[in-house]
T-cell receptor, first 114, second 111 residues
Framework: NAGVMQNPRHLVRRRGQEARLRCSPM?????VYWYRQLPEEGLKFMVYLQKENIIDESGMPKERFSAEFPKEGPSILRIQQVVRGDSAAYFCASSPDRGVNEQFFGPGTRLTVL | GEDVEQSLFLSVREGDSSVINCTYT??????LYWYKQEPGAGLQLLTY???NMDMKQDQRLTVLLNKKDKHLSLRIADTQTGDSAIYFC???????????WGAGTKLIIKP
């Protein structure tokens, strides 16, 4: 059983471009969580999704950021019109059910905005 | 506000014990966690402790919780080169899926 997959692992964008980060959960997992880690800081919760539903997006910036987890395919975190402050590591986790004890993390996508 | 603090680096000699410390501020925490992140990999849950416990041992790992001082530690006995990683401390909030994270402690093993 492959672990949580994230791609790309590294993404470079110029200011104003769009960034699309993909997360494929572990097989059998229907819950996906996105976190952001700024340099020398802890992870910050962004959004929690189940298939086709956003359950909690309280950690998402109100503008430019959106997330989806369609019926088929990976979960996508989209950042429109990126700015330098969006440079961070973005981690995805999945779980078979709701709960922290069972979250499995992907390797992260490191976004650099020039 | 809620905050979790860790030292950014710890250097130990191979074979010695490593003790990674963490302090937190939310006295209503229910669970406290230690995660390990190896280079290029995701975060791996190492262990967790319920807030009504003061110690948990799992092979080479010992977790100590001082709830009065809001202090959590992870002791790794007989530290090996494979233990080189970043160790994150995290506490649970009222939600059962959101965690408050420390910035991580990078464990460096000296031969």
């Amino acid at each position: 059983n492959a672990g949580v997959m994230q791609n790309p692992r590294h993404l470079v964008r110029r200011r104003g471009q769009e960034a699309r980060l993909r997360c494929s959960p572990m097989k059998g997992h229907s819950h996906v969580y996105w976190y952001r880690q700024l340099p020398e800081e802890g992870l910050k919760f962004m959004v929690y999704l189940q298939k086709e539903n956003i359950i909690d997006e309280s950690g998402m910036p109100k503008e430019r950021f959106s997330a989806e987890f369609p019926k088929e395919g990976p979960s996508i975190l989209r950042i429109q019109q990126v700015v330098r402050g969006d440079s961070a590591a973005y981690f995805c986790a999945s779980s078979p059910d709701r709960g922290v004890n069972e979250q499995f993390f992907g390797p992260g996508t490191r976004l650099t905005v020039l | 506000g809620e905050d979790v603090e860790q030292s950014l680096f710890l250097s130990v000699r191979e074979g010695d014990s490593s003790v990674i410390n963490c302090t937190y501020t939310d006295s209503s925490s229910t669970y406290l966690y230690w995660y390990k992140q190896e280079p290029g990999a995701g975060l791996q849950l190492l262990t967790y402790i319920f807030s009504n416990m003061d110690m948990k041992q799992d092979q080479r790992l010992t977790v100590l919780l001082n709830k009065k001082d809001k202090h959590l530690s992870l002791r790794i006995a007989d530290t090996q080169t494979g233990d080189s990683a970043i160790y994150f401390c995290a506490e649970s909030t009222g939600s059962n899926y959101q965690l408050i994270w420390g910035a991580g402690t990078k464990l460096i093993i000296k031969p």
